[in-house]
């Protein structure tokens, strides 16, 4: 039996987000898939919380989306981030859900051999 949890496909690739509220530091998405973002952040953020983001595709496509905070674990202090941030997708606008459902097929795509 695999050990793997996640409901969808990840894509790791360069792609960029910003939170919509004003008051927030830059932060380094490292796993984007279907359901949510993994990003490395030096913002502290409480379970729960719901942020409005935008994330910038390898192309210059913008995606919008309201997510919310599920998981977070604290860094080392030596690491380049202080927090490690598990985001889940609240709200997708319907155009920004296709760009987003692209941009994970073509990750998939790039794996087959």
Avoid at 45 to 73: H, K, Q, S, Y
Avoid at 82 to 90: I, N, P, Q, S, Y
Avoid at 96 to 105: F, G, I, N, P, S
């Amino acid at each position: 039996m695999s050990s793997e949890r996640r409901e969808y496909p990840r894509l790791r690739a360069p792609a960029f987000w910003k939170p919509a509220r004003v008051l927030s530091s830059p932060a380094q998405l490292i796993d984007l898939g279907g359901g949510g973002v993994r990003l490395f952040s030096d913002e502290e953020m409480r379970v729960g919380d719901r942020l409005d983001i935008t994330l910038f595709t390898p192309d210059g496509e913008e995606i919008e989306a309201t997510v919310r905070v599920v998981w977070i674990n604290t860094l080392q202090p030596d690491a380049d981030a202080a927090f490690d941030v598990g985001l889940t997708f609240e709200r997708v606008q319907p155009e920004h859900a296709e760009r987003l459902t692209r941009l994970v097929a073509s990750a998939d795509e790039a794996k087959l051999p």
